[in-house]
């Protein structure tokens, strides 16, 4: 059980375009999900909170209009990185929380912006 | 602050050869702290939840024991495949708190055959 997924698994976009990340989670409502992003041999950053419904919580020093985040259903939240730059290329992870406090993570998505 | 320290940043064994890791924790009030492994390339997977000083919690190898500042995740005979980067993270209560992790920097752990 506690199974999350994301889509894609590793994406290559051009300087100026968008790109859009899904999260899922398989197996269980997630009322809440997180968005983290990891640069090599760091830990992971967490980005932004979303819940259900509601608008996201962005972390301290992360553009919210750079990086929209949308949790429309209990199994299904999308991050999207608009007029991305080679700066924003990195490693996207998602995790998602039921009521309990355990947060399962995705795979992860490997972003490269050419 | 609310703060989590892993030491050692890296960690080389022999095969079978049993250790240790650590993490310091300083947090307002703690509602849980977790352990994940994380191998290059992946998402983190869930290993352990601990809530309250002196639980314990074991997994094949791994056995992962809490006090009021810290948590040690014991590694017993451990096997090439063990070969991981290990995090601590906690979890806090508090209104402003939205169930987010903080983590340490991990420890990248190798075992040699």
Redesign the interface.
């Known amino acids: 059980g ?1 199974v ?1 997924s ?1 889509h894609p698994s590793w994406v290559i976009c051009k300087s100026g375009t968008s790109v859009k990340i899904e999260c899922r989670s398989l197996d269980f409502q997630a009322t ?1 999900m ?1 968005w983290y992003r990891q640069f090599p041999k ?3 950053m ?1 980005m932004a ?1 979303s819940n259900e419904g509601s608008k996201a ?1 962005y972390e301290q020093g992360v553009e919210k209009d750079k990086f929209l985040i949308n949790h429309a259903s209990l199994t299904l939240s999308t991050l999207t990185v608009t007029s991305a730059h080679p700066e924003d290329s990195s ?1 996207y ?1 998602c ?1 998602a ?1 039921a009521l309990s ?8 998505t ?1 972003l490269t912006v050419t | 602050e609310d703060q989590v320290t892993q030491s050692p940043e890296a960690l080389r064994l022999q095969e079978g050869e049993s250790s240790s890791l650590n993490c310091s924790y300083t947090v307002s009030g703690l ?2 702290l ?1 352990w ?1 492994r994380q191998d290059p ?6 290993l352990f ?1 601990l809530y309250s000083a002196g639980e314990e919690k074991e997994k094949e190898r791994l056995k992962a024991t809490l006090t009021k500042k810290e948590s040690f995740l014991h590694i017993t005979a451990p096997k090439p495949e063990d070969s991981a980067t290990y ?1 601590c993270a906690v ?1 806090a209560w508090g209104s402003s708190n ?4 903080i ?4 420890t990248t752990l190798q075992v040699k055959p």
């Open positions: 506690a999350v994301q809440t997180f760091q830990s992971l967490l909170t919580t490693f992870i995790s929380s406090a355990e947060q399962y993570f995705g795979p992860g490997r | 509602r849980g977790f994940y390339g992946k998402g983190p997977e869930f939840t995090l979890q939205t169930g987010k992790l983590f340490g920097q991990g």
